[in-house]
């Protein structure tokens, strides 16, 4: 599926050709049904806070609340409404969120906006079939969820609002059908198949169709994951979302007592380990993006509830403990008493998966998250380099050299990378070392780097939102570690804030502030670069009780 041969592409032709005409939608119309034959059993848990937004008619959405009816009108936003969103709002997968208030209120509203979907992005004189709303895994994860969470609203639906829903959905089944072996993108391959199984498992006549579909998920699968369980993309939040996939295929298949293929297991088995070892101590998980467009995505990858991570691990049924490394797939996880360190030692391939923060860009290896206990402190450390002619060094493939060596125990935790590469005509080498102490609350490491001309480097630390930055000046620079929802337990009586000392020795100038497009706060360690001289930055975070005069690196 990744690659048409002629035929295939002479069909994706005619398919494409007439769908610009208006009768393709009567096309699209046939037999019906009144009822799912099989109801499956949908796991996976929503969040409250959002569905009482919901039952407002609102969508939360970067600190904003999203009329979700016009959303959900493709006519009105279909050309101002952003992908990503787009994708999440029409993908369904907030039916979830409704159903965890599961009253009458929250039915209804969900039968209102599916209805309401339905009346604007069904009708053959708009063609809507060609607007976003239509792209083969938007569709695809639409059917999957309306099915999933089928029970919890259309259970108690009346006979009107159930001929308009199965009408649709049965519509949108022959639309996927016909164009899944036309769709060139692996991940939405995968997304479509899963939709396609979904309806092949539930819907009447259609379980001849299985077998067709599970061998086409085996081709599709076989190229995404990597030989230690990672996936292709790197990105931790599509890791969880593909194993969830996974499972959810699987329970789909015993729900009608269908043959279990060994290779969805073997691949259930081989990603759940790597899962575990992108968690923090919150649960939630490691928020590097990856190689994959995030405005092309139907979920959050920032706010994955660890409620998730924990029911995909529990559903996986894989024991263990998270593994040091991935190899494959380019992290290494590190512990010690004073936290948890995970390391990226691959380079990112895809310059859309990187948000637009307004921020400069970062060499792109290297970087590296930092958690303590339940509490998040550093979301990202990168190193931003500038060239003489203005231009941002930017590592973009694997051709680089990399040595690597770590060790943990008994508290202490040790990581050193050594990379070097002659990229954009600069020979371009940096040495990182990061260090753990077996004594809480000390967390140290050496940036050290080289460049064949003169530029200037830096090391930026990126904190999470509930982190403040207080300092008058540089060489007294306090970090405020506030509590946050997702640390504080039930059982805790108060909460505790932390302060941490901020040290540093051969940045030339130290700047904080927050990021404007982000909110989150941000400290850099600058220093030029001589050329084809190493210059080293050492930095330190010390709890302000295990603070000592004197402190050397």
Known sequence: MSKLNPLSQLSHFLHHLGQK?????????????????????????????????????????????????????????????????????????????????????????????????????????????????????????????????????????DDFFKQSFFKSLMRQYRYLRRIYTNVTDPLQAFTVLKGLIACACTLPRQKGRISSFVNNLQKVLKNQILPDGGHVSR???????????????????????????????????????????????????????????????????ENIPPAIV???????????????????????????????????????????????????????????????????????????????????????????????????KDGNGYLAADFDQFIQGVAYRHQRQIYL???????RGHDTFMLSQPAMAAVRFVFARNIEIQSQNTKKIKIKVYPSSTVIRKTESRKITQTWSFITKGASDVLWQDCKETGLPYLMLLTPLIKEKAQTIKWAFRLDENVETGVTF
């Open 21 to 157: 005409y208006r009768l393709y939608g009567l096309t699209l119309m046939g037999r019906s049904t009144s009822e799912l034959l099989t109801i499956p059993t949908d796991p996976w848990p929503g969040d409250f806070q959002i569905a009482h937004t919901i039952l407002e008619d609102s969508f939360p959405f970067h600190n904003q609340l999203i009329p979700l009816k016009e959303c959900l009108n493709y006519l009105k936003w279909s050309n101002r409404c952003p992908n990503h969103l787009l994708a999440r709002l029409h993908g369904f997968e907030w039916l979830r969120d409704l159903r965890t208030i599961s009253t009458n209120p929250s039915r209804k509203r969900a039968r209102q906006l599916i209805a309401h979907w339905i009346n604007y992005n069904h009708s053959w004189t708009t063609k809507s079939w060609l607007s976003p709303s239509w792209r083969p895994d938007i569709v695809a994860n639409r059917l999957s969820n309306w099915i999933a969470v089928y029970d919890f609203f259309g259970a108690s639906a």
């Open 235 to 301: 990105s931790p939040a599509l890791q969880l979302m593909i194993l969830r996939d996974l499972i959810d295929i699987r329970s789909l298949l015993k729900s009608i007592e269908a043959e279990d293929p060994p290779f969805l297991q073997q691949a259930i088995n081989a990603m759940a380990p790597l899962v575990r070892l992108f968690r923090h101590g919150d649960g939630g998980l490691a928020d590097f993006v990856g190689d994959i467009d995030p405005y092309a995505v139907s979920f959050d990858c």
């Open 310 to 408: 924990d029911m995909a691990l529990s559903l996986a049924d894989v024991r263990g403990r998270p593994p040091g490394r991935a190899p494959y797939m380019g992290y290494e996880r590190c512990m010690g008493k004073s936290g948890l360190v995970l390391l990226s030692v691959k380079s990112f391939h895809n310059e859309s998966a990187l948000l637009s923060t307004g921020e400069e860009p970062g060499v792109n290896i290297l970087d590296f998250e930092w958690s303590v206990g339940r509490q998040r402190i550093i979301k990202r450390c990168d190193m931003i380099i500038q060239l003489a002619d203005h231009s941002w060094l930017r590592v973009n493939d694997d051709a680089g050299s990399l040595a690597l060596k770590r060790h943990s």
């Open 437 to 443: 102490s077996n004594e809480e609350g000390d967390f």
